[in-house]
């Protein structure tokens, strides 16, 4: 069974830091691309970040200079660092996993920015 299982969401001050973590089970985690996405109430789901098998990362232009995407295969997990946050990156985050076919969600971590 497949599962992606994220968690470091939680409450911070705009300007503030968090480091969101998403480990995987159930897939050969180092052929997989994983990303963030994020969707903020009454938004549709957008693409935050992805990490490629090689390492090879892109960004929303909202997050850039900001926000980082890292793997460790040996655990198995992604992570994402958030710094500078700001009120509207205020969503719930999801991890992401591709490699053929369908990809697998996790169900998502909430952060919250307050001003």
């Known amino acids: 069974q497949v599962q992606l299982v994220e968690s470091g969401g939680g409450l911070v001050q705009a300007g503030g830091s968090l480091r969101l973590s998403c480990t995987a089970s159930?897939?050969?985690?180092?052929?997989?691309?994983m990303a963030w996405y994020r969707q903020a109430p009454g938004n549709q789901r957008e693409l935050v970040a992805h990490?490629?098998?090689?390492?090879?990362?892109t960004y929303a232009d909202s997050v850039k200079g900001r926000f980082t995407i890292s793997r460790d295969n040996a655990k198995n997990t992604v992570y994402l660092q958030m710094n500078s946050l700001k009120p509207e990156d205020t969503a719930v985050y999801y991890c992401?996993?591709?490699?053929?076919?369908?990809?697998?969600w996790g169900k998502g971590t909430l952060v919250t920015v307050s001003s």
């Open positions: 992401n996993g591709a490699f053929v076919g369908a990809p697998y």
């Open positions: 159930g897939i050969r985690f180092s052929m997989y691309t």
């Open positions: 990490i490629t098998t090689g390492l090879i990362t």
